[in-house]
Structure formats: C-alpha cells, structure tokens
C-alpha cells in the first residue's frame, strides 16, 4: 500500500496537463486556468520549472528517466486529498507523461484515483507549423528510444511505415547514451525510400534558440541530432517551395 | 494571373491558423491573438462562424469540399495587400487547410505571398485526452477518405499500420456519401488484429453534445460512425481501466 490508504479507497484526480513546446502562446487557457488551481505541480524539472511560482503552490521537480516514481508521487499527493497536476511538455498524451501516469494508476492503492488529461499542443505540431505543412496527408509517430521496446521492433516499425509511404515524425531521435539510433534509422529507411526524401530537423522550436533545418535523407548527418530534435521525414511527396517550406498534398495521385 | 498581379511580383502573407476542436479554452493565445489582428477570415463556415465577428473583420464562409478554391481566395486578399487568415477546426496542419494553401500557392501567381502556420490542438488529441492516454506510444494518423487518394492506398497503409501494431488515428471516417469505408477499413485491420481490439469513438469531442464510446473492433458498427467521429484503433496492448478509461503503454515487452 502507498499513501496510507487502504486499497480500494483511495480518491481524489491528478490532472495531466501538457504545456505545448514552450512559450505562453501555445499553452491553452484550459491549462493555465488548471495551473492556477492546483496545490502540486509535479513533472521533469524543465518543465514544472515553467510553472510560475506563486502562493500555495508546491513545485514536485525530478530527473528525466523516473516518470513512473514521479506519476506515483503525485497519485500519493491526490490519495492525500491534494489537488495535483502532472505537467509534460508538448502533449502529455504524446510521449508525454499521461500514458506513466495510468500505469502508476494500475496499483490498486491508486484504485479510485481519477486521472483527467487535458490537451496540448505537441511538439510535431509546432515543428511542423513551422515548417509549413509536412503532416498534411498521413504520417506516424514514432519515439525512437529503446528504452521501453527492444530496437527489432522499432525497425519493423520504420519498414512498414516507409513500405506504406507516411509521412513519419520521429521524436527521441538520440540522447546522450543513445546516438546510434538516428543513423541507423535513416538507413532502414533507406531501404525503401529514396535519397532525396525530405527530411526536417527542428531544434528547441517555440524557444528562443530554435532553428528549423530542412535536408534529405540521403544527406541527413547524425551527428546534428540530439536529444532537443525532433525530425520530420517526408512521403514521397513531400516536396520544398522555393522559399524553403515544406508541404505534403492531401492527394496521392 | 489572379488578383490583378504580375507573376513573382506577389507579396503579402496568408495565417492559417488551427482553432482546435471547438471550445474556446483549448484555442491558444497565438490564434486569439491573430485572429484579432486580421482584415479577413476564410474558412469552412463552421469555423468561420467561430471567430467572433467584429468592426473591421469581414468573414469569409465556404463549403466543406472547396479547400483549394478557399486557399485561392485568400492568397488573392493577401496579393491584393489585406490581413488573411484561413482557419482550421483542430490543427490546420492535421488533415486541415495547411495543405491546401500550400498546393494553391503553387500558382506563379502567388509567388512571394507568404504562408505561415500556426498550430492548434488537433481532434486526435482531443479524443485522445478525453480517452485517457490511447496515443501514449507508437501511432499513425490517417485519413479514411478516398476523395484524394485511391482507396487501394488506404488498404495498403491500414494493413502496413495493423502489422506494424500502431495505434491508429482514423480522421474523416465516413461521410453522407461515404459510409461503406470504416466497415471496409475494420475488416482489413481484422485480418491482423483480434477483434477484442480496443477502439474509441469519440463523437464532436469538445463540444456540449460530445461523446465518447469504447468499444473493440470486433464490436465496432460501422453504421455507429459519421462525419462528426474520430475513431482510435488500440495496439494489441491498448488496455481499458476499471473506470473505463483507456491507455496505451509506452513499453513494448
């Protein structure tokens, strides 16, 4: 049992509340209005770091690889009658915290708990604004951590989806300790896809530094891809206008 | 040439700016603040009925299947100097007029108009949120349309996406004329998946008459779904709580 509570009798609702990929402008007033009323906001510490402080607000911040200790510690919070949010950047409910904080909720100590998820802006979203219209057909998203799945399937993955021709949005290209991931991804994809596939990199989009870089496949360098990357590959219809947007038609033809 | 302008010789900028899916706590600061700012707002007339009319603003109402005719109409008001937005329901760059902008812009006419995105939050994420956390690994989005595409293309990619075992985002999954393809779509996904497949209907999500079904594939009736549905289709390990919530979990084991 955690929290003191018997199982079966916990209550309360955490909230799970993405705040879009950085600046205000992109954080909706559901969230902010979410934000105002909680006691905890708990979350990877970049991210409840841009909670502003205020009274009566406790700020939980932890390391970036514990999501289920952190979903855990704000279930303990809502067991203990608090009024808790668990804050994600982008969507939560995309590679975000929503999916840890249900299977922290899978222990009956947690059985009553409501979790309630709101809507936010993903990084895809933003990366691909800001490139034009790159996700304007059918894509997918993918992380590429083996972290969580074992590498064989993460490439039957990028088969099949180059195979199909979706577009593919690619978030956790590569971390400190993962590198090699990005590079051998642009070759399974190389399989299928040729060498002048599009291809975006978008870094720290919605922050001050943020740059957009737009490639090919056959031209993609691995080693300008880190863990603040998101990368975008094209169909084959993706195409650049001449002033460097990128845009996939609706139609396949 | 449209708009009275030599060719290259166009300027001016089109905003194509994603409402989100319906209510005003999930449009972001950046589209409140640009719809304020603009002359003009074109769109389908749901959504331009959603921008609150004011002095100065002169909107722009058109039907639903007239995308490319929109986008001209607004690339024209920018050539022609005037403040343009064409808006989206959700993210315009989701199955939105992102796209179609952009496949307008093609025109040497418009040669120098700028287009800039600004992103929303998206229907899938909507359903997804009101769901739980459905989307929270792997997934694709798709369009069941075969308005602009033929539907052996939709085959293909359903059944590349039901092998890769993705959770499935199907926008646009039937129509008034359209009604035959998410019986068709559920029966391709069958031939790989189980029919206790976890499924989402989510029905005008954001909205005062939303609702949200959970049903599995095998169950699935096609004769359930119309234009207003967004369906979710479950990985194998998509699973449903006590409280009928559902999630996805971000381990593949």
């Not at 590429?144 to 399937?153: H, I, M, Q």
């Not at 056959?218 to 001449?242: H, N, Q, W, Y």
């Amino acid at each position: 049992m955690r929290g003191g509570v018997s199982t079966g009798s916990a209550s309360g609702e955490v909230l799970v509340v993405g705040l879009g990929p950085g600046p205000e402008a992109w954080l909706t007033p559901e969230a902010s209005s979410a934000l105002a009323e909680v006691g905890h906001v708990v979350g990877y510490a970049p991210y409840v770091n841009r909670v502003p402080q205020r009274e009566g607000l406790r700020r939980h911040a932890s390391g970036n690889t514990v999501e289920v200790d952190r979903a855990r510690h704000a279930l303990d919070l809502a067991v203990a009658g608090e009024r808790v949010a668990v804050v994600s950047g982008g969507d939560a409910g995309v590679f975000g915290m929503a999916s840890a904080v249900f299977e922290a909720a899978e222990d009956p100590a947690y059985a009553g708990v409501r979790v309630r998820v709101l809507p936010g802006v993903s990084a895809v979203q933003a990366v691909a604004a800001r490139a034009g219209a790159p996700v304007g057909a059918d894509f997918a998203v993918m992380s590429l951590s083996d972290r969580l799945k074992p590498w064989s399937v993460v490439e039957d993955r990028l088969r099949a989806v180059a195979a199909a021709d979706l577009v593919l949005a690619i978030y956790n290209p590569a971390s400190r300790s993962r590198t090699e991931q990005i590079g051998r991804a642009r070759d399974v994809l190389l399989e299928q896809r040729k060498p002048d596939t599009v291809v975006i990199v978008g870094r720290d989009i919605g922050r001050a530094e943020e740059s957009l870089t737009v490639t090919t496949l056959g031209e993609l360098d691995p080693a300008s891809i880190d863990m603040k990357c998101l990368v975008i590959v094209g169909a084959s219809s993706t195409r650049v206008t001449e002033a460097g947007q990128v845009w996939t038609p609706r139609y396949v033809r």
